[in-house]
């Protein structure tokens, strides 16, 4: 893993994403802070960084497909498509809707297909593990073999991930952040 990158990245996370102050999550929980990531994923000097150290936190796992359910995991797949085209390999990204398309092909998952691939579900930060647990269905009753599920950002998905059985691996938890 290229420290000067994951470093950087989290640099970004602290300075850009991190925003102190009592926040209602989308579980509904409540918090003293908030992290939006999509100012890092939506970034442009954030979001190549982010590319690159998913794909290196991730280098263990066997896959040829990324994504996630829309909007948090959009990014971070796009990201993680890019930094692998830099580094010549290919590696095809994926939507997951939140429900069916009611119109034209009706598909809940958008882009190449997933069926008999081995896919990542990607997310920008997860609390509860809702979101990337609702993507691992959706990807499994496509057809795809779910390698693990990673997040940018650990805030408390892990023990929902442990319970579902699927492997979970992120770039940094909140201790990382100075925020545990």
Same mark, same amino acid.
């Given at each position: !893993?290229?420290?000067?990158?994951?470093? &950087?990245?989290?640099?970004? *996370?602290?300075?850009?994403?991190?925003?102190?102050?009592?926040?209602?999550?989308?579980?509904?929980?409540?918090?003293?802070?908030? *992290?939006?990531?999509? @100012?890092?994923?939506?970034?442009? /000097?954030?979001?190549?960084? &982010?590319?690159?150290? !998913?794909?290196? &936190? $991730?280098?263990?796992?066997?896959?040829?497909?990324?994504?996630?359910? $829309?909007?948090?995991?959009?990014?971070?797949?796009?990201? !993680?498509?890019?930094?692998?085209?830099?580094?010549?390999?290919?590696?095809?990204?994926?939507? +997951? @809707?939140?429900?069916?398309?009611?119109?034209?092909?009706?598909? =809940? *998952?958008?882009?190449?297909?997933?069926?008999? @691939? =081995?896919?990542?579900?990607?997310?920008?930060?997860?609390?509860?593990?809702?979101? %990337?647990? $609702?993507?691992?269905?959706?990807? @499994?009753?496509?057809?795809? /073999?779910?390698?693990?599920?990673?997040? *940018? +950002? /650990?805030?408390? &998905?892990? %023990?929902?991930?442990? =319970?579902?059985?699927?492997?979970?691996?992120?770039?940094?938890?909140?201790?990382?952040? /100075?925020?545990?």
């Amino acid at each position: !893993m290229n420290d000067d990158v994951r470093a &950087a990245l989290l640099r970004q *996370i602290k300075d850009k994403a991190v925003v102190h102050g009592r926040v209602t999550l989308s579980s509904g929980a409540e918090a003293d802070f908030y *992290i939006d990531l999509r @100012r890092i994923t939506l970034d442009g /000097e954030s979001a190549p960084l &982010a590319g690159q150290v !998913m794909l290196d &936190a $991730t280098a263990h796992l066997d896959y040829d497909a990324v994504g996630g359910l $829309t909007l948090g995991a959009d990014p971070v797949a796009s990201s !993680m498509l890019h930094a692998a085209a830099a580094r010549g390999r290919h590696l095809d990204a994926f939507v +997951v @809707r939140k429900a069916g398309k009611a119109h034209g092909l009706q598909r =809940r *998952i958008e882009g190449p297909d997933v069926a008999g @691939r =081995r896919v990542l579900i990607v997310e920008d930060t997860s609390t509860t593990g809702n979101s %990337p647990l $609702t993507a691992v269905e959706a990807a @499994r009753q496509a057809g795809a /073999e779910v390698v693990a599920v990673a997040t *940018i +950002v /650990e805030r408390g &998905a892990a %023990p929902a991930m442990e =319970r579902a059985g699927v492997p979970y691996v992120y770039a940094f938890d909140l201790d990382d952040l /100075e925020l545990g």
